[in-house]
């Protein structure tokens, strides 16, 4: 089973960054060791749906932002160490939410903003913006 962990949530205030990191652990497989392939991040605000934050393919040479973030959040990745970042500059009150990383089993590498599509998800991290 693949394991993912985030790190790096918290409590910040209006305007500051924050950087989230995702590890991933574990065997997809007997004898295969985790080796995510697409990876995303999303996040759940009180009262609402899980959306998509940003979505990276496995060479990271294919972003997605979801528009209220473009500009201010970078997702990228570490395939040799199976860290996947997302750093969050500028960050408000809408950006308050639980972040979750999620991954797409090894042999899908080209990202995807659909969950459904995500076969291994992370326990999830709260970001806090005070304003």
């Known amino acids: 089973q693949v394991q993912l962990a985030e790190s790096g949530g918290g409590l910040v205030q209006a305007g500051d960054s924050l950087r989230l990191s995702c590890a991933a652990s574990?065997?997809?497989?007997?004898?295969?060791?985790?080796?995510?392939?697409?990876m995303g991040w999303f996040r759940r605000a009180a009262g609402k749906e899980r959306e998509i934050v940003a979505a990276?393919?496995?060479?990271?040479?294919?972003?997605y932002y979801t528009d209220s973030v473009k500009g201010r959040f970078t997702i990228s990745r570490d395939n040799v160490k199976k860290i996947y970042y997302l750093q969050m500059n500028g960050l408000n009150s809408e950006d308050t939410a639980v972040y979750y990383c999620?991954?797409?089993?090894?042999?899908?590498?080209?990202?995807?903003?659909?969950?459904?599509?995500?076969?291994?998800w992370g326990q999830g991290t709260q970001v806090t913006v005070s304003s």
């Open positions: 574990g065997r997809e497989a007997p004898g295969r060791p985790a080796n995510p392939g697409a």
């Open positions: 999620a991954a797409r089993r090894s042999d899908r590498i080209v990202l995807s903003t659909n969950q459904h599509d995500y076969d291994h």
């Open positions: 990276i393919n496995w060479s990271g040479g294919s972003t």
